[in-house]
T-cell receptor
């Protein structure tokens, strides 16, 4: 298993509160990703990082921000959680972009977030 | 972006080979074909990937047609634990990340 730890694994929060999900890796990989998975939509990319302090938006970035101050940690923040952000969130890592070579992306075990 | 087409579901008997097809007729020359699977409530698991040649690892084999417009993932001796949703993904040029479709729900029957 890739050395990826997501925390918390489960969280219930109230609408309007800020929430931060943490992804920690022990592989020293350059690239980190946050996905969300919802019924009927599959996995969708929220944000990704290609290095410390280097991040970019994915397909569904509205309402989310990210930060990467260290290689090993990638934080996903919901500034003001809404019920539509109830989802399973997956962190992923890779050591190179697939545009250069056929490298592999490895996923964490997920964080279940419920916004009530 | 190259898109993939997979059957929504398939059944396979335990102990038999499971052959999962994927169509990617618009694939570009430098795009890789990846296969992942997701067992219920777990994170997606990498299985295998390839560019042109057939590939094999401890989990599966990947057969890519000569024109690269389709591929088949083969699980040689399926077990009940192989029941999962299998995703065939073509990684677009310049993309950071993977774009997941709906995949194939493979059900291994005892």
């Amino acid at each position: 298993d890739a050395g990826i730890t997501q925390s918390p694994r489960h969280k219930v929060t109230e609408t309007g509160t800020p929430v931060t999900l943490r992804c920690h890796q022990t592989e020293n990989h350059r690239y980190m990703y946050w996905y969300r998975q919802d019924p009927g939509h599959g996995l969708r990319l929220i944000h990704y990082s290609y290095g410390v302090k280097d991040t970019d938006k994915g397909e569904v970035s509205d309402g989310y921000s990210v930060s990467r101050s260290k290689t090993e940690d990638f934080l996903l923040t919901l500034e003001s959680a809404t019920s539509s952000q109830t989802s399973v969130y997956f962190c992923a890592i890779s050591d190179q972009t697939g545009a250069i070579s056929g490298n592999t992306i490895y996923f964490g075990e997920g964080s279940w977030l419920t916004v009530v | 972006d190259a898109k993939t087409t997979q059957p929504p579901s398939m059944d396979c008997a335990e102990g038999r080979a499971a052959n999962l097809p994927c169509n990617h007729s618009t694939i570009s020359g430098n795009e890789y074909v990846y296969w992942y699977r997701q067992i219920h409530s777990q994170g997606p698991q990498y299985i295998i990937h390839g560019l042109k040649n057939n590939e094999t690892n401890e989990m599966a084999s990947l057969i890519i047609t000569e024109d690269r417009k389709s591929s088949t993932l083969i699980l040689p001796h399926a077990t009940l634990r192989d029941t999962a949703v299998y995703y065939c993904i073509v990684r677009p040029r310049g993309a950071d990340g993977l774009t997941f479709g709906k995949g194939t729900h493979l059900i291994i029957q005892p």
